[in-house]
């Protein structure tokens, strides 16, 4: 029998429908951050550059805070492992954030 109680339809909505479109729109930009990341090099300049030294971005006078190469592959690092979790199944589920809510969002995907 189809589930028709308002309360869950509102739910699912705007807030299952809502989270799986950000979930997918996160998953292409970790995607694409990553292969950008890997394509440039970025890793190698970084260590060559001297991996502890502050990035000179403007953040010394607009108030955000320094980064250093070393913040810069933390991120990458991080952005990675973010990734692999999205395609691992979830223990009880059996299956994976990423395909979970690739079948549940409507505004998500690149068009």
């Not at 108030?63 to 810069?72: K, N």
């Not at 223990?91 to 690149?110: H, K, R």
Request: proline share 4%.
């Amino acid at each position: 029998m189809p589930i028709t109680d308002p309360q869950i339809v509102t739910w699912a909505n705007l807030r299952a429908r809502t989270i799986c479109d950000l979930i997918t729109r996160l998953d292409y930009a970790l995607t694409a951050y990553k292969a950008e990341y890997t394509a440039a090099g970025l890793g190698a300049k970084i260590i060559a550059a001297g991996i502890g030294e502050t990035i000179v971005d403007g953040s010394a006078t607009d108030g955000r805070t320094p980064m250093t190469g070393t913040t810069l592959v933390n991120l990458s690092a991080t952005i990675n492992q973010l990734r692999t979790n999205f395609d691992t199944a979830v223990a009880g589920v059996g299956s994976s954030v990423s395909a979970v809510s690739s079948g549940i969002q409507v505004n998500g995907s690149p068009r």
